[in-house]
């Protein structure tokens, strides 16, 4: 079965519903399969998104690409460099 992308504005909401339906009685379990994920996902969400505003996980997620991009930079530049010092030095 193929799985869906929940995008992080709509895991922030799930993981309210799911606070609101067990601060209403409902267990834990109930109110996952409310939501309709495991109970493994919702643990792996609430440990990633728990406590976070909805501007806030846009945020997060922007800087996680930003840091990704720099890392590929930095990167490449340093292969770029160790590739120069080598050639600079006459050994290829």
Known sequence: ??????????IVGKLRQVDVLVSQGRTVSEAVRTIGVTQF?????????GGLKTHQVKRL????????????????LTLEKLILKEAASGNF
Request: proline share 6%; glycine share 0%; net charge positive.
């Open 61 to 76: 997620k922007e800087l996680e690409k930003e840091n990704e991009r720099l890392r590929k930079a930095v990167s490449d």
């Open 41 to 49: 996902t919702y643990y792996r969400w609430r440990k990633e998104f």
């Open 1 to 10: 079965m193929p799985q869906k992308k929940q995008k992080p504005e709509e």
